[in-house]
């Protein structure tokens, strides 16, 4: 399930990364946790995002998580569809359900994200509610 | 003991079953921190409390005429009001987290958040918080999180008390907090157009302003959006019964203390800190919130709603620490609110107004009386200017059966000779003459 | 049942306010009035007084029936003391009288009761002096973190986080966060207790202070409490007591004696006060001797002539926190309380409302998983472990001990616990009581095990059934707005 060719933070995001455009979202660990989605909001496009810090929030009815920035950079464009939508986010959570492009401002950082192998074990460990 | 069931025998039944002594219950507390001694008088009876506290309260002098308001006002409560809140049945239930055996509460704090909006002209109201200081502290902080800004603009003739809270409030968090100086009893908007910038999170003014003064804030308001910050607007509530509502002029937070919805004043709470909002800030907004759904059986039903945002789940990244509100004094207001009606709660806030009206024209018959802001309009609370300090007319009525008002010489240093006079309905014509009579004997 | 704007009849007139006695119109200008009235229902008294009874048949409060929930201390709440908070010379009082010239002659009475209130508060928990400022128990709190930053800041220290068990209510980490520290959380060891060596490798210079709650939230007594006080005093840090659990330790154990230096009370717990449905409450902050120049504006002092007056000259004060002296209403109450109890009463509060929950966690163990199998002390804390293998949640059997007439516990916290089942009886409570409880729980595990469908299916004895909770988040419904 969880994309090979995909980078992941241990918070649950993945990005897609294509020359210096990273496409960003949340695993289907992450959506599963979740439960029920209620609210998601999404980052500004033109804001300054930085690596692992929040740029915008998910609610389910019994959590609300931040959704970090797996890079450094601006937000070129977001899923807008996806605020009214959270089947998608269910189904398809790497494809349609994705939230954000973010132009990369520093391509070193890309370095320290997990790849998919590691990002398992991460969910592995990780106790389930 | 009082209050306590168990008679000795069941307790010795109970510690037997449990297999241990009372003392064993608490080894796990170590010897050297055990308590030794307590230097508490020994318990009383009912009859002994009761007269005690009669006592106490005998020695206080709740029965003046009084024209003193200030923000909390002494309005007559409707005896509805106490027996419906009497019920035990609310009284002595907790925040309903059991939302089936709790509908009362929550259906009844939905009317409330109703009634709110409705009364102010917004979208969306919270559950209640402490009181107007705190509320207006929130709503700052609030807007701190919506636009992600530093600075807020809070105009002098905002309650004094209330900006001595935000002070210490604000005070170790790096906000740049302005306090602009009004201008006859108004916000001065010039004051405020200089220090709007792009970084202001929000403008804060209150209607009626600290000096009873009545104002359209639809102008401020549009500065404040321009430069894309908040309006927050702090409201006395009987005045919405007449005066121009807070969405209205385009307020995107409206607080307010709700203690003239059915409250007594109380010698300082509880109080009941009241909050409205648009739709789209409904996720920024701090406190309970409920909400209306249907059960699997398609049956309306009340839930809190929104609740991922609090602290018992979001703990330190919480919109705020508020847990309890003041759910009680919420209901209050809710069923002041539906005695008095549409028709109403018009008619109170025009008696008020119009008895303030009569009292400033009888007032300023006064030789040497003027207003302080004479061009303003007021809602039932004026100021006085007088030929003498403030401070010696209310020391010479007090003496004789009145409390005169508040003199603002308190928070506001050159207003020496500035006495701020309320009047609500409870006063009546007579004792308004009664009362300017004193006041001119007095100077 | 309708909502009460439905219920509106136009026309329809319910109190009605003075009538005008001639006075004259203000005049005010249309620019300054209201362009429509509010839509408030238009209703007969009687309408109102029949939608709000049948409201209250529709809630479930101490006085209907056993309301163990956990953490909230849900004990009788005495009616003297009710009759005692509405005696006019007290509801009557303006709060603006005392900062009139000469107006403390008007007001004794109440300031006597604020002084009195403070003196019985530092002797129970054995502090310098309190302030009865804060409006709740997380006002408290704000309070006290407040009082913590302002030390540090008086003795120029650069601290910048608070330490918080992982058991600690929501609230703590919360207030800090909004005082302005960053949180650093502490796990708990094996047996329940705060991990003291995990404490040990997080305190550093940074470390402004310690909240915690004792007994802590799965009902413990830390007996390593001293220990944990000396190692945070040790980085010149401050012990903050969140009195939440102060139940149990009435006159067995101060939290001044175990090296707390900010202790906040929850009046509406421990000192019986009513919740209100959800409020008001009241959260004095009480504090050792060399942080009492740091409590909020004003204090109520005695003159040597036996007279009381509010000091306002307090330089160093972190200033107002309320806009007057607390929530005098839920004070009074509290001090009748105090005074109807007395030292004996309190102890007897202390050693009933352990035995209490000592005597249900017995009852209770052999059906539930225990997962700290030792003395409680007001509250247990029970894990629905065993009974998800039938599918039943600790939400399901919250839902069945509603249809059996009883109040649920406190579900699903502490987080520390999966599955938590948090029970607190409270002293007030009868062992007739208890017993019916304890039956009841023990037929729900039963249940659970013999045919789980008939929890899962609860609660089918209320007026509504499980609310759908994911529609009232997604479509928002948070007023009638006409």
């Known amino acids: 399930m969880i994309p090979q060719d995909y980078k992941y933070l241990k918070s649950h995001e993945w990005a897609k990364i294509d020359g210096d455009v990273a ?94 192998a590691e990002y398992k074990k991460v969910t592995e460990e990780e106790p389930k509610h | ?160 008390i209330y900006r001595t809270m935000i002070r210490s409030y604000t005070g170790n968090l790096g906000i740049e907090l302005v306090e602009t100086q009004s201008r006859a009893g108004l916000s001065d908007r010039d004051e405020i157009r200089k220090h709007l910038n792009d970084q202001t999170a929000a403008v804060a003014v209150q209607n009626p302003s600290f000096f009873g003064c009545l104002d359209d804030a639809s102008d401020i308001a549009e500065m404040a959006h321009k430069l894309g910050a908040l309006m927050i607007v702090s409201s006395y509530p009987i005045s919405l019964g007449l005066a121009k509502t807070p969405g209205a002029m385009g307020a995107d937070i409206v607080v307010g203390e709700g203690q003239s919805l059915g409250m007594p004043v109380n010698f300082g709470g509880p109080y009941l800190g009241f909050m409205a909002t648009r739709m789209q800030h409904v996720r920024k907004m701090p406190g309970r919130v409920a909400g209306r759904t249907v059960d699997g059986h398609g049956r309306q039903g009340f839930v809190l709603t929104l609740q991922a945002r609090e602290q018992h789940i979001r703990r330190e990244k919480a919109t705020s620490n508020i847990c309890t509100n003041e759910g009680l004094c919420a209901l209050t207001s809710l069923v002041y609110l539906s005695l008095l009606g549409k028709q109403g709660l018009m008619d109170l806030a025009r008696n008020c107004a119009e008895k303030a009206s009569y009292a400033g024209r009888r007032l300023l018959k006064i030789r040497d009386v ?74 | 049942m309708k909502i009460i704007f439905e219920k509106s009849v136009a026309g329809r007139r319910g109190v009605r306010p003075p009538r005008q006695e001639g006075c004259p119109d203000p005049n005010l200008p249309v620019r300054l009035l209201r362009e429509n009235p509010a839509e408030l229902p238009e209703l007969s008294e009687l309408d109102v007084v029949r939608h709000f009874t049948e409201l209250s048949r529709r809630n479930f409060g101490v006085d209907n029936g056993f309301y163990p929930l956990g953490s909230c201390t849900m004990k009788y709440n005495p009616k003297m003391a009710e009759r005692v908070a ?145 190692l945070v005093h ?49 959260g004095p902050v009480g504090v050792c001797e060399r942080l009492t120049e740091f409590l909020p504006v004003s204090l109520v002092e005695e003159r040597p002539d036996g007279t009381f007056y509010l000091n306002y000259d307090r330089p160093k004060s972190i200033g107002y926190i309320a806009p007057f002296y607390g929530n005098f209403g839920i004070i009074l109450r509290a001090y009748a309380y105090i005074l109807a109890l007395g030292k004996e009463g309190l102890i007897r509060v202390a050693e009933n409302a352990t035995l209490n929950a000592n005597y249900i966690m017995e009852k209770l163990k052999p059906y539930f998983d225990l997962p700290f199998d030792r003395v409680c002390k007001h509250e247990c804390v029970f894990s629905a472990k065993r009974q998800t293998e039938h599918g039943v949640h600790a939400i399901d059997i919250a839902k069945a001990l509603i249809d059996r007439g009883f109040h649920p516990p406190t579900m699903y916290f502490p987080m520390t616990v999966p599955e938590a089942l948090m029970i607190e009886p409270t002293e007030t409570e009868s062992k007739e009581t208890l017993d019916a409880f304890c039956d009841a729980m023990i037929e729900i595990a039963k249940l659970a095990k013999d045919d789980p469908q008939k929890i899962t299916s609860c609660p089918t004895t209320t007026l509504v059934g499980r609310l759908d909770e994911v529609r009232a988040a997604r479509q928002l419904d948070l007023a009638s707005l006409k």
């Open chain 3, 234 to 282: 040790g980085v010149d840090g401050l012990m903050y007591y969140d009195g939440a659990n102060l139940n149990p330790l009435l006159g067995k154990c101060r939290p001044g004696d175990m090296g707390f230096d900010i202790v906040h009370l929850n009046l509406h717990k421990t000192f019986a006060t009513p919740h209100g449905g959800g409020g008001p409450g009241a």
């Open chain 1, 23 to 116: 496409t960003v979202g949340i695993t289907d660990f992450a959506v599963g946790q979740l439960g029920d989605i209620v609210f998601l909001e999404l980052p500004k496009v033109g804001a300054k995002v930085n690596k692992d810090s929040a740029m915008c929030v998910i609610e389910s009815v019994k959590a609300a998580v931040d959704i970090n920035a797996p890079v450094s950079g601006e937000v070129m464009e977001v899923n807008t569809p996806l605020t009214q939508d959270f089947e998608t986010l269910g189904k398809d959570p790497y494809g349609q359900g994705w939230m954000v492009k973010i132009k990369i401002r520093d391509a070193k950082e890309l370095s320290s994200l997990l790849g998919a």
């Open chain 3, 86 to 230: 509405n005696l006019h010379g007290f509801s009557g009082l303006h709060p603006l009288l005392p900062q009139l010239p000469t107006g403390e002659t008007l007001v004794q009475g109440a300031l006597a009761v604020l002084y009195h209130m403070d003196h019985l508060l530092r002797e129970i928990c054995g502090m310098a002096a309190f302030t009865l400022q804060p409006l709740a128990g997380a006002h408290g709190e704000l309070t006290g973190v407040m009082i913590i930053a302002a030390y540090h800041k008086h003795k120029g220290n650069r601290k910048t986080t608070l330490l918080i068990p992982d058991s600690a209510h929501g609230t703590n980490p919360a207030s800090a966060a909004i005082a302005g520290y960053q949180v650093r959380v502490i796990p708990s060891d094996s047996n329940g207790y705060m991990d003291v060596a995990a404490l040990e490798a997080a305190l550093d210079g940074s470390i402004a202070g310690l909240m915690l709650t004792n007994p802590n939230t799965v009902g413990l007594f830390d007996p390593n409490i001293k220990r944990i006080s000396e």
């Open chain 2, 1 to 160: 003991m009082p209050y306590i069931a168990n008679t000795a025998e069941q307790q010795e039944q109970m510690l037997r079953q449990i297999g241990r002594s009372m003392s064993e219950l608490f080894a796990d507390i170590p010897e050297n921190l055990r308590c030794k001694d307590l230097d508490i008088p020994p318990g009383l009876t009912e009859q002994e409390v009761c007269s005690r506290l009669a006592g106490l309260a005998a020695r206080n002098k709740p029965d003046m005429i009084s024209f003193l308001g200030g923000g909390f006002y002494d309005h007559f409560i409707p005896a509805a009001v106490d027996a419906i809140i009497s019920r035990s049945e609310f009284y002595t239930a907790y925040t309903p987290y059991q939302p089936e055996m709790s509908q009362g509460v929550l259906q009844a704090i939905y009317e409330y958040q109703s009634a709110i909006c409705r009364l102010t002209e917004m979208e969306a109201a919270n559950a209640s918080l402490y009181d107007g200081g705190t509320a207006l502290y929130e709503a700052i902080s609030m807007a701190l999180r919506i636009t992600g800004r530093r600075r807020v603009i809070v105009d002098d003739s905002v309650s004094p």
């Open chain 2, 370 to 443: 003027r207003m302080r802001f004479p061009k303003q309009y007021f809602f039932n609370e004026f100021v006085l200017e007088l030929p003498v300090s403030a401070d010696r007319v209310i020391r010479r009525l007090l003496e004789k059966g009145f409390a005169a008002g508040f003199p603002l010489v308190r928070y506001y240093p050159q207003m020496e000779k500035s006495l701020l006079v309320a009047v609500t309905e409870k006063r009546t014509k007579q004792e308004i003459d009664l009362f300017a009579h004193v006041l001119e004997v007095s100077i």
